[in-house]
């Protein structure tokens, strides 16, 4: 039934040529609708699959980092979130995708014809590499119906160039001039033939995506409209320096899937490392506390070696048949791989072979080392907050630098 409704909207019969003609505007609106049906497991496995790696993805694959910035899906997602669905838009920087917005929101409005004055907010990626990462503004257009005129103020990151930034100004020029009907709705929209597009004003976020997306939430335009809705007024009130954080942290919270599908999410194997197998080899069934690694190996421990070894831990004493596991697990700390490890650990091992994990930090740091040690410190613990663990003990013999 979705199929022949998604044909039915996309292609319309030409009477004079007795052909069918493909409506692209009409397929567009229709695959948002149809895509947006599919469960949230769904979409994150599709998107899994995908180019465009969210933090989700990236958290269930371990790579996510201190450095992620905001992809198209985490965009859509946080939008989502926040309940700013059909208020702020995720746009492509091409003339045809600002003008399938445009479009779009004017339908909307023409179900509003007591509104003469209102604002279409977006935010544009405007990298034209499709390999690239995403280059993003925030983009606010007040069209004002009584006196034909439009005014755009945009907000970009401080990676914007200027020939990105004089597209994405005729982009949206060009998006004023479409004439299309839509046969989803029936409705009629119109051009502007006589617009008169105001200067433009512009703005750098010097912090970036996050800033640029915290701005979009709290300009003028949107005031009334963000402050009705409690997510979005949330979001809105957060302490700037806290953004990114906060974003990660509702990304990773609200991640949605069944444990059949973290097969799916895996990292690829690598190669045991030696030292994961000495210390497996080397544990009993009645030890009561076992350190990893005892030393600080001469070839570095990947995270896929600290996942692997809990385990393959976990593997040696389920196998014994005996209802017992250690009293405590300690894990030297060396680099903040150890953290991505556990972290790695989602979903994978709910009951875990200890009691008490012991995470012992290490004594010095460089000063550069120290933010994305806390980053994956924060993962970590979140990850290992799902599972049975009884007690959790950091132990920093060195400068406190953690706090």
């Not at 401080?158 to 004439?179: G, T």
């Not at 004003?201 to 701005?215: C, D, F, M, N, S």
Request: with cysteine; net charge negative; hydrophobic share 40%.
């Amino acid at each position: 039934m979705e199929l022949k409704s998604l044909l039915d909207q996309s292609l319309q019969v030409n009477n004079k040529t007795n052909t069918l003609e493909f409506n692209k505007l009409n397929a567009e609106l229709s695959l948002d609708s149809f895509a947006q049906q599919f469960k949230h497991v769904t979409q994150l496995k599709i998107a899994s699959i995908k180019k465009d790696q969210g933090i989700q993805e990236k958290f269930l694959k371990s790579t996510l980092n201190e450095d992620v910035g905001l992809s198209k899906i985490d965009m859509q997602r946080h939008i989502l979130q926040t309940n700013m669905v059909g208020h702020i838009g995720v746009v492509d920087g091409t003339p045809e995708a600002m003008e399938l917005y445009i479009a779009n929101a004017e339908l909307q409005y023409k179900k509003k014809p007591h509104l003469h004055r209102y604002p279409l907010a977006m935010m544009v990626d405007c990298n034209s590499n499709p390999n690239g990462e995403p280059v993003w503004a925030s983009v606010v257009i007040t069209i004002d119906r009584g006196s034909s005129t439009a005014s755009y103020e945009v907000t970009s990151s401080p990676d914007l160039k200027e020939e990105q930034r004089l597209a994405l100004s005729a982009n949206i020029n060009d998006a004023f001039k479409f004439k299309n009907t839509l046969l989803v709705t029936g409705l009629a929209i119109e051009d502007y033939p006589d617009i008169k597009i105001a200067p433009t004003k512009y703005k750098t976020a010097e912090h970036g995506a996050y800033q640029v997306l915290h701005e979009l939430y709290n300009n003028q335009k949107l005031y009334d409209l963000v402050l009705e809705i409690d997510n979005a007024k949330a979001f809105k009130e957060v302490a700037p320096e806290s953004v990114k954080q906060a974003i990660v942290d509702q990304q990773i919270q609200t991640i949605k899937i069944e444990p059949q599908f973290f097969e799916f999410f895996k990292p690829y194997p690598q190669p045991q490392h030696p030292v994961v197998s000495e210390v497996i080899q080397d544990v009993k069934i009645t030890d009561r506390k076992v350190t990893f690694p005892r030393v600080k190996p001469d070839k570095a421990l990947a995270a896929e070696d600290y996942q692997t070894f809990i385990l393959l831990l976990k593997e040696k004493f389920d196998s014994s048949g005996l209802d017992q596991g250690l009293n405590e697990l300690a894990i030297k700390c060396f680099d903040k791989e150890a953290l991505q490890g556990l972290a790695q650990l989602r979903g994978q091992a709910s009951s875990l072979p200890f009691e008490k994990l012991t995470l012992e930090l290490p004594e010095t740091m460089k000063a550069s080392d120290k933010a994305a040690f806390k980053f994956n410190l924060k993962l970590a613990l979140m990850s290992l907050s799902e599972s049975n663990l009884a007690q959790m003990q950091l132990t920093d013999t060195g400068t406190r630098w953690v706090v």
